[in-house]
């Protein structure tokens, strides 16, 4: 899963950047309003944190044009502003979530977590797949209840495949899901990662749709 970081203090960015790597997300980090505004509208993030204050154009400015260009990921505020019409102000204008500062990391990894299912269409932070189980919260795989051993990028490729479980996968998809803005991507690692993984669980779990991409399922077919 990747996102955005928008956060133009930075030591609450680099607080924030780090715990949301260590569960396993691909973070990018932006602290001025017009470049978040690109990024957004330019970059196919699975959520946004979203901070009102930022320089150059503030966070609602930036969340209102997102949603009128149909721009769906899900945005999770944060805001200094304890009043209850500013909160109001953010969800009309398509925030799905809001945070006020100073916040504990683990309430927002837990908010990000929660919202990240709700679009991927899971309520439980389990989130199964015939014998493999993702554990949101610890950013763990197991296989038939056994904990497997992955790398970074494994891991990711791994539990984007299981939150779209049953759907086609294509590689651009995961090349850009598991990759930061800034990374030397190339969609043939990808070839190489899904190898790796199919020694590691049953290999007929993954499914390749030549020309097209992947498909995750529940066992043979």
Known sequence: MR????????VLAAQLTSALQSA?????????????????LSEPYDLVVLDLGLPGRDGLSVLRRW???GRVFPVLILTARDHWHDKVGGIDAGADDYLTKPFHLEELQA??????RRAGGHASADIRCGPLLLDTRQAGIS???????L??????VLAYLMMHHGELVSRSQLVEHIYAQDFDRDSNTIEVFIARLRRKIPPELIQTVRGLGYRLVAGPT
């Not at 996102?3 to 133009?8: G, I, K, S, T, W």
């Not at 908010?111 to 990240?116: F, I, Q, S």
Request: aromatic share 4%; glycine share 10%; proline share 4%.
């Open 3 to 10: 996102l955005l970081v928008a956060e133009d203090e930075p």
């Open 24 to 40: 396993g997300y691909v973070v990018d980090a932006a602290a001025d309003g017009l470049d978040v505004e690109h990024q957004g």
């Open 67 to 69: 949603r009128e260009a």
């Open 111 to 116: 908010r990000v977590r929660a919202l990240l």
């Open 143 to 149: 296989l038939d209840g056994q904990p497997l051993e």
């Open 151 to 156: 790398t970074g990028h494994e891991y990711r």
